[in-house]
């Protein structure tokens, strides 16, 4: 089946503009990660949806950052007022539960280049 | 804080070669330890999970083995291909963290030569 998918696959930007992520996991999964790739840096979480629970924003770097989750599936990363250190490769995951029991799925990653 | 650590950060090897890549964490209270693959500008790809539980997996020619009480983990790579080649990237989902994130490691990065 369908994996996960996010889009756009690049993204360039100028500093201050706001720029909008999406990632649509694999159906029927119910967490959604999201998560970043900086040059030279491990992967960093951002921020964590399982279900209707509320999300887990403890990863996100600064309220510039904000994220939401639509009818359980689809879910926007939006990041306002970009910086050039915002420019990462940011990744989408999604899981049949908590990752504390379940494997997670990745998606490709969109890479954001702040100018 | 849980902190994980792969070593070697790259690595070259014949093709042929059996190999070990090495991941340790420094926080023995997990509830699993998963190895990925990620190809250059790609995403991850899930190779094994290991519950805090069990002691290894294997799929194909892909064995991991688990050892909390030292905090280690090994990803065992037998007869390698240049297929192989990519970053290798370890993680936990630790009981002293929020139950929906990852803690990754920097990854060790593979080349295997024809």
């Known amino acids: 089946g369908a994996g996960v998918s996010q889009s756009p696959s690049n993204k360039v930007t100028e500093k201050g503009k706001d720029v909008e992520l999406r990632c649509d996991p694999i159906?029927?999964?119910?967490?959604l990660y999201w998560y970043r790739q900086s040059l030279g840096q491990g992967l960093e979480f951002l921020i964590y949806?399982?279900?209707?629970?509320?999300?887990?924003k403890s990863g996100l770097p600064s309220d510039r950052f904000s994220a939401e989750r639509t009818g359980g599936s689809v879910s926007t990363l939006t990041i306002q007022r970009t910086q050039q250190e915002d420019s990462a490769v940011y990744l989408c995951?999604?899981?049949?539960?908590?990752?504390?029991?379940?494997?997670?799925?990745f998606g490709p990653g969109t890479r954001l280049t702040v100018l | 804080k849980q902190e994980v650590t792969q070593i070697p950060a790259a690595l070259s090897v014949p093709e042929g070669e059996n190999l070990v890549l090495n991941c340790s964490f420094t926080?023995?209270?997990?509830?699993?330890l998963q190895w990925f693959r990620q190809d250059p500008g790609k995403g991850l790809t899930s190779l094994l999970l290991?519950?805090?539980?069990?002691r290894e997996q294997t799929s194909g020619r892909l064995n991991a083995s688990l050892d909390k009480s030292s905090g280690r983990s090994t990803l065992y790579i037998a007869a390698s291909q240049p297929g192989d080649s990519a970053t290798y990237l370890c993680?936990?989902?630790?009981?002293?963290?929020?139950?929906?994130?990852?803690?990754f490691g920097k990854g060790t990065k593979l080349s295997v030569k024809p």
């Open positions: 993680a936990v989902s630790y009981r002293g963290g929020s139950q929906g994130n990852l803690i």
């Open positions: 926080d023995s209270a997990i509830y699993n």
């Open positions: 159906s029927g999964h119910t967490a």
């Open positions: 995951a999604s899981s049949s539960g908590p990752v504390a029991y379940n494997e997670q799925f």
């Open positions: 949806f399982q279900g209707n629970s509320a999300p887990d």
């Open positions: 290991i519950q805090s539980s069990q």
